[in-house]
């Protein structure tokens, strides 16, 4: 739809493309229009546009979009608190944090933090700090969704921890991506430099700008076969300021990323058009970096697919250890193993 | 001389000219309007009454009476919502 892509498009400098203002928005699209942005994670940004006059809607269409606006803050100003509590957690065991995602964004990348919601809090700790961080946090009464696979999982080769306190969902991370191109990404890379943002007063760390866009891109590429339109609003604004082509092209090289850039630029031009820097735009996809990306756009349970894959991208030394936690978890039986697998997918 | 000064809160702009508040010990965020949202945010630089009235004239144009009865009020609203402290 023509009016997410100009939505998603504001504040970036895009003068040969359509602007929101001069969309006509007939009675099909005003009424299909909440549950696209709610979809796309757009409610934010149309918020605002209702307000300057640069999204002309039905009354009853905007009065839905800020009261839905209104409900998302409310949850995001709840989570933005836990990542608060989090962060000083971890900072007193004197764990290393970056806030990933959302609240950093929304606080360092977005025009206003009113335009971006986000539904978890997220933190990205060295690998070896993993344990303790879980320990920490349960011992703060968090409690993680999936038991460890297998003892050293977690620190060897999951993506992340998934935890829950107080009804709010924390994401543990160790690497920025499930499957093959999460375990080939160096995640200490993300320790050297560092941004902040601050919040209630508090200065958190954060990655800096250009790790944040290769994030984006790794998220927006390999997270889900249709990202969510702000997913790739993150990259076109994180593009267009301040950050290090060559530092992202020799990180790229160093983790095998090339497919992973190739479908995050692939994304952003099909969905919102010429924004990118020509020299991002150098990343196209090969026929053998679609077959590399195919274990993550399978339809329905992409499980077994990138657990095979993840198997592949090993070196032979740990192989037998992964496919020892994937294949026979600690406290299954044969009966329940696939469905525990199935459900512990997004830890891989 | 009394101060006004805002408890630790995480805060977002909602359309028209409100604000959502949250403060870092509860769950409830409590939404301002009207003038309150100007008065919580002038107190992120200053805090006591002669100065908070100044700086909200210079945003308004009404009459020092009209602003100093305003930002009382508002004042008054963050302090019964815990968003505000007043300390002797």
Redesign the interface.
């Known amino acids: 739809m023509t009016v997410l892509g100009a939505l998603a498009r504001m504040d970036v400098d895009s003068s040969e493309l359509p602007e929101l203002r001069d969309i006509e928005i007939n009675d099909a699209v005003d009424g299909a229009l909440l549950a696209l942005l709610i979809q796309h994670r757009l409610i934010g940004l149309a918020a605002r546009a209702i307000e300057t006059g640069e999204l002309n809607v039905s009354n009853e269409t905007a009065e839905a979009i800020v009261d839905r606006h209104d409900m998302d803050m409310a949850a995001t100003l709840r989570i933005e608190v836990m990542m608060l509590r989090v962060a000083e957690l971890l900072e007193t065991e004197s764990i290393r944090l970056r806030v990933l995602k959302g609240s950093a964004l929304a606080h360092t990348v977005a025009t206003t933090p009113s335009d971006r919601s986000f539904r978890d809090v997220d933190v990205l700790v060295r690998s070896s700090d993993i344990d303790q961080t879980v320990a920490v946090l349960e011992a703060a009464g968090a409690s993680r969704l999936q038991p460890e696979l297998r003892p050293g999982f977690d620190r060897r080769f999951a993506k992340s921890v998934t935890m829950r306190l107080a009804d709010v969902e924390i994401d543990v991370h160790r690497t920025l991506a499930p499957g093959p191109f999460g375990l080939t990404i160096f995640p200490d890379d993300l320790f050297l430099l560092a941004g902040t943002f601050a919040v209630a007063g508090r200065t958190l760390p954060t990655l800096d700008r250009t790790d944040h866009l290769l994030h984006a891109c790794y998220h927006a590429a390999l997270g889900s076969q249709t990202p969510a339109m702000t997913n790739l609003r993150d990259i076109a604004l994180l593009a267009a300021g301040d950050v290090d082509l060559d530092r992202i092209n020799d990180a790229v090289e160093r983790w095998e990323g090339q497919a992973v850039m190739g479908r995050a630029v692939e994304l952003v031009r099909e969905s919102l058009g010429d924004v990118l820097p020509p020299a991002l735009c150098l990343y196209t996809l090969s026929s053998e970096d679609r077959s590399s990306l195919a274990p993550y756009l399978r339809d329905g349970d992409r499980f077994p697919a990138l657990a095979g894959a993840s198997l592949r991208a090993l070196p032979a030394s740990s192989r037998a250890a992964y496919a020892l936690a994937v294949g026979l978890p600690v406290g299954t039986n044969p009966v329940d193993r696939v469905k525990v697998l199935s459900r512990r997918y997004k830890n891989l | 001389m009394t101060t006004y000064v805002r408890v630790?809160?995480?805060?977002?702009?909602?359309?028209?000219e409100r604000v959502?508040?949250?403060r870092?010990d509860q769950?409830t965020?409590i939404?301002l309007a009207g003038s309150a949202p100007t008065v919580w945010s002038v107190l992120e630089d200053v805090s006591e009454l002669p100065e908070i009235i100044q700086v909200v004239a210079s945003i308004y144009t009404d009459t020092p009476e009209v602003i100093a009865a305003g930002v009382e009020e508002a004042l008054r609203h963050l302090i019964d919502a815990n968003l505000v402290v007043e300390q002797p």
């Open positions: 630790p809160a995480v805060e977002r702009a909602l359309v028209g959502l508040v949250l870092l769950d965020p939404e």
